[in-house]
């Protein structure tokens, strides 16, 4: 688990985390574009996901929406709170607190792991992607929402793929630039890097 003072900053951060475009997805357009995007990556429902770092849900709540189920995994007792109240009365999704650089969930057991701006806050990336490997079923694949943002933090596509294919897997990278994934223009990497068990 975090340390309390990661935890208590990700609480701090909670009530207004849904206010950007692409956290909320409360613009319809925003959230379509979302949607599509996954639609197009994921198999089809069914299929069991780990949404690791799920924050307040959304995601979560989106795919088991489209007939995912889905186990959403946040350290925070306010993003789980937010998240639950966020699928009252949605089918197909549960949410536990813990954390997700070793989620104690049942290894062998989701068709999907998926995480949005997760891996570069890790303290050991690597180290956290056998960790999640571990969580798939033998055809399962990863989905990694991820970017190297304006402030400094995150990812460069190319250091996430190298993280990917460190694992014996291949990955498929798609960058995200288009405005309808985030509510307004963007002058940062941001990108999806996929990666299926087949390759």
């Keep these: 688990m975090g340390t309390a003072d990661q935890i208590a900053s990700w609480d701090a951060e909670a009530d207004g985390f849904d206010q950007p475009a692409d956290h909320g997805l409360t ?10 995007l996954l639609l197009g990556v994921l198999p089809r429902p069914p299929a069991r996901i780990a949404d690791l770092g799920c924050g307040t849900g959304t ?11 889905v186990d959403g995994l946040d350290f925070s007792p306010r993003m789980i ?15 536990t607190r813990g954390d997700a650089s070793d989620p104690p969930l ?3 057991a989701y068709d999907v792991v998926l995480c949005r701006h997760v891996l570069w806050a890790m303290p050991d990336p690597a180290e956290t992607l056998t960790r999640w490997l571990r969580l798939l079923t033998p055809t399962g694949r990863l989905v990694l929402v991820e970017g190297s943002w304006s402030t400094g933090a995150g990812l460069s596509a190319e250091e996430t793929v190298r993280l990917v294919e460190g ?15 985030w509510g307004r223009s963007i002058d940062d990497d941001r990108y999806l890097v996929a990666s299926a068990a087949d390759g």
């Design 59 to 69: 995601l979560s709540v989106l795919l088991a929406g489209c007939g995912f189920e």
């Design 27 to 36: 613009d319809p357009a925003v959230r379509r574009a979302w949607r599509d």
């Design 167 to 181: 694992t014996g897997r291949s990955a498929s990278l798609t960058r995200l630039t288009e405005p309808a994934y």
């Design 81 to 95: 709170e937010l998240a639950e109240r966020k699928a009252d009365g949605v089918d197909g999704v549960r949410f």
């Design 106 to 108: 049942p290894e062998a």
